[in-house]
């Protein structure tokens, strides 16, 4: 009888038991998700527009993952030139359709820090076009970017 009992609530522990999925589903990736390299820029204020594309001796590159970025410059010398360039800000953004929206946290460029910036994405398989205002009046800074960048592999 006691055999009995041991195997009947064996039994049902073991029918009791579910098994864990073996694949956990993920949400799909940010099409942002990844690291894009600079190729060109505009600035427009009050109708002018302006190239700010990093010279040739410089580059940028940004860099996502599911919901922060981070932006890095600087010159291709090493910082051995008359007036060394670096740098970078980080923050969290969101995205939903095209819409994009940037928190930035920390810049090196303190007074930029814990603003919001909203702006349009386009994606065109590799390239990543990046259109909005920036606008900070404290700074006297108004002005449209529109910013194109290639992902790198």
């Not at 030139?81 to 940037?102: C, H, I, M, R």
């Not at 810049?107 to 990543?128: G, I, M, S």
Request: glycine share 6%.
């Amino acid at each position: 009888m006691r055999n009995t009992f041991l195997l009947s609530f064996c039994i049902l522990a073991i029918a009791g038991c579910t098994q864990k999925p073996t694949e956990t589903e993920k949400a799909p990736a940010s099409p942002l998700t990844g690291t894009w390299h600079l190729v060109s820029s505009k600035s427009i204020t009050k109708g002018d527009t302006a190239v700010t594309t990093p010279p040739q001796d410089q580059e940028m590159v940004k860099i996502f993952n599911g919901t922060d970025f981070a932006f890095f410059t600087h010159d291709l010398k090493n910082g051995k030139v008359d007036k060394p360039v670096f740098s970078a800000g980080s923050g969290t953004y969101t995205l939903q359709g095209n819409n994009y929206a940037e928190h930035l946290a920390y810049c090196n460029a303190r007074e930029w820090e814990n603003r919001d910036f909203k702006f349009t994405v386009e994606f065109k398989h590799d390239t990543l076009i990046q259109k909005g205002i920036e606008k900070i009046d404290s700074l006297k800074i108004d002005h449209e970017i529109i910013e194109t960048y290639v992902k790198l592999r």
